[in-house]
């Protein structure tokens, strides 16, 4: 089993940055691949980014595209979300996921493992 804890959420202006981190633990993710989504109040959970058990591929939506980065390091057991030029529509709860499956994935069916989240505020 592979618990995920989600930290480096907070409230930040409109055009600022915020790093997000994912921590596993109990297992290794090392060959799994890792995703974020994210979940505004009264909308679905929507895919954000993705990316592969070694980081050699990832995925992003377009809403976030250009202007978030995935990266990972696996001797750490983590995984980032740095995300810039914030805007308000990027307001949510960040979810980090874990999938079976080593190459990067959008759907949110594909992953077994959740985090319980950070919330992430961007005040115009």
């Known amino acids: 089993q592979v618990q995920l804890v989600e930290s480096g959420g907070g409230l930040v202006q409109a055009g600022g940055s915020l790093r997000l981190s994912c921590a596993a633990s109990?297992?290794?993710?090392?060959?799994?691949?890792m995703g974020w989504f994210r979940q505004a109040p009264g909308k679905e959970r929507e895919f954000v980014a993705t990316?592969?058990?070694?980081?050699?591929?990832?995925y992003y939506s377009d809403s976030v595209k250009g202007r978030f980065s995935i990266f990972r390091d696996n001797a750490k057991n983590t995984v980032y979300l740095q995300m810039n030029s914030l805007k308000p529509e990027d307001t949510a709860r960040y979810y980090c996921?874990?999938?079976?499956?080593?190459?990067?994935?959008?759907?949110?069916?594909?992953?077994?493992?959740w985090g319980q989240g950070t919330q992430v505020t961007v005040s115009s």
């Open positions: 996921a874990s999938s079976p499956l080593p190459t990067d994935r959008t759907g949110s069916g594909y992953y077994d493992y």
């Open positions: 109990r297992r290794t993710i090392g060959s799994r691949a």
């Open positions: 990316i592969s058990w070694n980081g050699g591929s990832t």
